[in-house]
């Protein structure tokens, strides 16, 4: 792909929302505290939150779960020319206690999980639909240090999997957290999804399931930069030395 060499309003303000994820101060991201009242089959209402679908294990504890962005946008297959977006959903997640109605902070484990949705598709695996662990040491190391692994990102939070993989508990914002999971909106069998399914389990001290979620991890690559960059595309966005023909590493 040519490009011309005129950045456009979107790909600023990507930019900016990710230094901000990655800045992000309690003024910004406030720990959500909005729940129903206790008993049995009480529903779980989280304000802002995407995608969420309560699933009570037991009376005592509720799981509220949520991906941070509605959609979270990414350059895609190809990181070879430039990058704008990494793979960097973000997990966040609380621990109910009904009972006394605070949250649980330690002496349990919260993990998240691939799931698959009802027509069968799952995404459990993003290093063979993207080539961006190819490139992220080149892009990547100056803000985030050394290059992950394939299927672990940025934050060394790994991609959902089969394999349940632990949150961490921030208590800055009063939630569970994980940070920069590498999804891409392609599932097992390569087909364009944009919505895959993750699980979100809460465990205690002994393995026994207190309550879980299941949540969307909204990612798309839609928002492509050569409808407004690529050499020859609009006559007004050309610079005045003409396109660009040198191919970007």
Known sequence: MKLSRLPCSTCLLCVAVLALLVTATPSV??????????????????AGATGVVPAATTATYRLTAWSELG??????????????LPPFNI???????????????????ITYQALAEAGGSINTTSKNKTN???YTKL?????????????????????????PQNMVYDPKFGYWN??????????????????????????????????????????SD??????????GSDAAAEPASGWSTTRIR
């Open 132 to 134: 961006f662990w190819t």
């Open 178 to 219: 994980a940070t920069a999971v590498p999804t891409m909106p392609y599932d097992d069998n390569f087909a364009f999804n944009p919505y895959p399914m993750a699980l979100i389990v809460a465990k205690d001290a002994s393995g026994n399931v207190l309550s879980q979620a299941k949540i969307v991890l909204s990612v």
């Open 71 to 84: 959609m979270h946008c990414i350059d895609g297959k190809d990181y070879s020319i430039f990058s704008v």
């Open 139 to 163: 892009l990547f190391s100056p803000l985030f240090g050394p290059a992950p692994l394939p299927d672990v990102g940025l934050t060394k939070f790994k991609v959902q999997s089969l394999t």
């Open 29 to 46: 991201f406030k720990p959500i505290r909005t729940w129903a009242a206790r008993g049995q089959g009480a529903s779980v209402e989280v």
């Open 91 to 109: 997990i966040r997640a609380q621990l109910i206690n009904m009972t006394s109605s605070t949250l649980v902070t330690s002496g349990v484990t």
């Open 222 to 231: 839609e928002m492509t930069c050569k409808n407004c960059h690529a050499s």
